[in-house]
């Protein structure tokens, strides 16, 4: 045991499944409200990191999230699918790295449900304010479709 958790033991690991693992999931994308969303991670070189707001956790546990069509996470998704999900709930505990495929769609319906839940994102949503119009045209949606854990299990 390491120095830090002889003073004050904690527990700060615990490998979930199914509702149990949806449920922490959620909740700490939640309290999070963004991640930083790792491109190019099997790749030998660095990681390509960049802030994201998640706009939803559905009941399967796959994340979503908006971003413009011409970003680069959404190039670099065209020829890497494996990203890493890495979220921080507080200063001093609640964190959660999540490993696993991305894919990016342009399904207007799922793009303009997501605009619609991201009242409770208006800082980091400002930027869709001021695109040009309000329609889903020039944007896409990212989902991250599944876990390592959970392909692995299924395997």
């Not at 033991?9 to 409200?33: C, H, M, T, Y």
């Not at 930027?127 to 309000?134: I, L, T, Y």
Request: glycine share 6%.
């Amino acid at each position: 045991m390491d120095s830090i958790n002889q003073q004050q033991p904690e527990e700060n690991r615990k490998d979930l499944q199914g509702s149990e693992a949806v449920k922490k999931i959620k909740e700490l994308a939640e309290k999070a409200g963004t991640c930083f969303f790792c491109t190019k991670v099997s790749d030998s070189g660095p990681l390509a990191v960049r802030p994201m707001s998640v706009q939803k956790v559905d009941e399967e546990g796959n994340f979503w999230f908006l971003s413009a069509d011409d970003s680069h996470k959404n190039m670099e998704l065209q020829t890497d699918h494996v990203v890493q999900l890495l979220f921080q709930g507080s200063a001093h505990s609640d964190f959660l790295s999540i490993d696993g495929l991305a894919t990016v769609s342009k399904d207007k319906e799922k793009i303009k449900e997501l605009k619609r839940l991201q009242s409770r994102l208006e800082g980091a949503v400002e930027m869709w304010k001021s695109m040009k119009d309000s329609e889903p045209d020039g944007h896409s949606v990212c989902r991250l479709i599944e876990s390592f854990a959970e392909r692995e299990k299924g395997a």
